[in-house]
């Protein structure tokens, strides 16, 4: 298998450089030419700018603005940040040995950059804040449930731990408070279909053969509030709230299920009160049993 050549730009910011190849062929005469094209939410002001300030890099360094069109090869970059309001909560460190890291993630900290959120996520913190520069994802959070999520921080060992999440070899617990339905017949196994759309940003169920499987038990109940285990065997997009809302008692502060509410990205109250609670697992290179619960804690008041 080839690998991929080492970027030649450092990470900035705890976020490694864009990579963008040139495609083998093409009619541009310039580099600039191919990324005006190339990168057509970039003003080509900007293109030129980064050029100038020789931040535009190939692996024998920095690009000059004229530099001609160099089909089949690569060239790195830094993209610019969005603007972004801080999360003001910590993320505590569970476990961390040569190989993995668990973190306990708070509400409204995304696990990886993607769209809005780029330093203010749980990867690029960890990066700066633990000096582990090639820390990488097992698996993925919700932005706005807390809980635990594990990282590689042995870059060789990242296949064998995502693979370990991908083959669903990790068994997951959720804790959730919703309100108390006496009625409610629990436990209970739900299971329904469910499908998410591109670019829309709730899921849905529908019919058809089921997809998502969710064991639904009642833990403890005072005032009205339900403390609920939820341990799934599937990992469909926002399964848990879906299933919760399904039967009734939609998990407390969700702003999407069952009624979709607008909330500003930079309100940090009334978090979703769902839990990432235990991760446990056979460790694929160890052999060792591992079971790690969560230090964090849900509130019905």
């Known amino acids: 298998m080839r690998r991929k050549p080492r970027p030649p730009l450092p990470q900035r910011h705890g976020l490694d450089p864009a990579r963008l190849r040139l495609p083998d062929e093409g ?22 700018e980064l050029l ?30 969005p603007e972004e309001v801080p999360v003001p909560f910590g993320i505590g460190v569970v476990h961390r040995d040569d190989a993995i ?13 993607r769209g809005r959120h780029v330093v203010q996520t749980a990867l690029v913190r960890l990066r700066r804040e633990l000096g582990l520069p090639d820390l990488s994802p ?8 807390a809980g635990l999520v594990m990282f590689v921080v042995d870059p060789r060992l990242r296949g064998r731990y995502q693979t370990m999440f ?3 070899a990790v068994h ?13 017949e629990l436990p209970r196994t739900v299971r329904s279909r469910i499908v998410k759309v591109k670019g829309v940003i709730t899921a849905q169920e529908v019919d058809g053969p089921p997809n998502a ?13 339900g403390r609920y285990r939820l341990t799934p065997t599937t990992g469909r997009t926002h399964q848990l709230r879906l299933h919760m809302a399904a039967l009734g008692v939609p998990i407390r502060h969700d702003d999407f299920y069952p ?22 697992f056979t460790d694929p290179v160890t052999g060792v049993e591992h079971r790690f619960t969560s230090r964090l804690r849900l509130h019905s008041r």
């Open 172 to 184: 997951k617990e959720y804790e959730a408070i919703a309100p108390h339905d006496p009625a409610l």
């Open 259 to 280: 009624v979709l509410r607008e909330k500003p990205l930079d309100d940090f109250t009334d978090p979703l009160q769902l839990l990432a609670k235990v991760l446990a």
């Open 213 to 225: 499987e969710t064991l639904v038990e009642l833990v403890e109940h005072r005032d009205g509030w």
């Open 138 to 145: 097992a698996h993925r959070l919700d932005r706005v449930t």
């Open 52 to 81: 100038a300030e020789g931040r535009i890099h190939d692996l024998a360094g920095p690009v000059a603005p004229d530099a001609p069109f160099a089909p089949g090869t690569s060239v790195w970059f830094h993209r610019d940040l």
């Open 27 to 48: 009619p541009w005469a310039t580099l600039r030419d191919h990324l005006v094209e190339r990168l057509p939410r970039v003003a080509p002001e900007r293109v030129d």
């Open 166 to 168: 991908r083959d669903r």
């Open 101 to 113: 890291l668990v973190v306990d993630k708070p509400h409204f900290l995304a696990t990886i950059p």
